[in-house]
């Protein structure tokens, strides 16, 4: 946080929206859906491209802003597997988009103590996108500062799908398989994003009020927040805004509110009724 903060020269217009930020109550794990990049280009008369070469600077903002802000993790949706059925020109674009950040992010990424993940079906990944993704994900592994985690070639239900295969694969190499009893705890340490805690905040842009398959296990209790804006204009400014609305949220985990903790039924039915109307 103190580290944005000297990013920030008097009178930058992000300066009140970081102020304002509660440097103690920063959510550890932020997941965004990067949505709306193909409007973005509609709306200006672009091909749809034109609309994902747009995406790439606010992920390099995002990553940076995260970094100096201090938060621990975060998920990207970068490429879903129903993102296949777009046409072949559109997804080679992505693929070429990718290997370009790859590319010429690395030397930022290691300046800045970022460490690079890539989750989902790698298998299925063109060569050489999959091999400039390893390289990136093994140069950067000793990085600490924050995690990003690519999804690529993912989905929700393929992730809980593999992890329920793998525990059933490993009882069984290990002759455990009559015995194995799967809990929250063994699906969970089996996911691609273990052993990272769960998001504590879901972001969606454009608008569109769906989950789209995405960290469908992890989102159980996370705080969602769904802006307008389109990806392409998501700057600095709109995430500290998400972070701040954030802050404000009540997380009960399906308990109860910090205020009724630990009353009894009696004292909080006395307080109902003998609050005024
Ligand atoms: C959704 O917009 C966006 C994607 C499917 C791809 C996300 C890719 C980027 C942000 C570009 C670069 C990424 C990296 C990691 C360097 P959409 O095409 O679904 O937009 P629409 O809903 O308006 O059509």
């Known amino acids: 946080m103190k580290d944005l903060l000297e990013t920030l020269q008097p009178g930058d217009p992000d300066l009140e929206w970081a102020n304002a930020i509660d440097p103690t109550r920063l959510p550890a794990h932020i997941a965004i859906i990067m949505d709306g990049n193909g409007r973005w280009a509609n709306r200006r008369s672009l091909p749809r491209v034109a609309g994902h070469r747009a995406g790439v600077g606010p992920v390099r903002n995002t990553v940076e802003t995260c970094a100096r802000l201090g938060v621990k993790v975060l998920t990207l949706y970068a490429f879903s597997e129903e993102n296949w ?20 992010e690395l030397p930022d990424l290691q300046r800045n103590g970022i460490r690079l993940q890539a989750i989902g079906r790698l298998d299925a990944l063109p060569a050489p996108v999959r091999r400039e993704l390893e390289s990136v994900v093994e140069a950067t592994s000793r990085n600490r500062r924050l995690l990003v985690n690519l999804a690529i070639n993912y989905s929700g ?21 009559d015995a194995l009893h799967i809990d929250e705890q063994l699906l969970a340490s089996n996911l691609y994003t273990a052993p990272s805690p769960d998001p504590d905040l879901l972001i969606r842009t454009s608008g569109e009020m769906r989950i789209s398959n995405f960290l469908l296990w992890q989102i159980a209790y996370s705080e969602l927040y769904v802006t307008d804006t389109l990806w392409p204009d998501f700057n600095r400014a709109e995430l500290l805004k998400a972070i701040l609305d954030y802050q404000k949220r009540d997380r009960r985990y399906g308990g109860l509110s910090n205020g009724w903790h630990g009353r009894s039924t009696e004292e909080q039915l006395i307080e109902v009724i003998a609050s005024p109307q």
């Open 157 to 177: 239900r393929s992730e809980i799908l593999d992890a329920v295969n793998s525990i059933i694969e490993n009882a069984r190499r290990q002759g455990r398989l």
């Open 85 to 104: 059925k777009r046409p072949r020109a559109e997804v080679e674009t992505l693929w070429r988009l990718l290997r370009y950040y790859l590319k010429k």
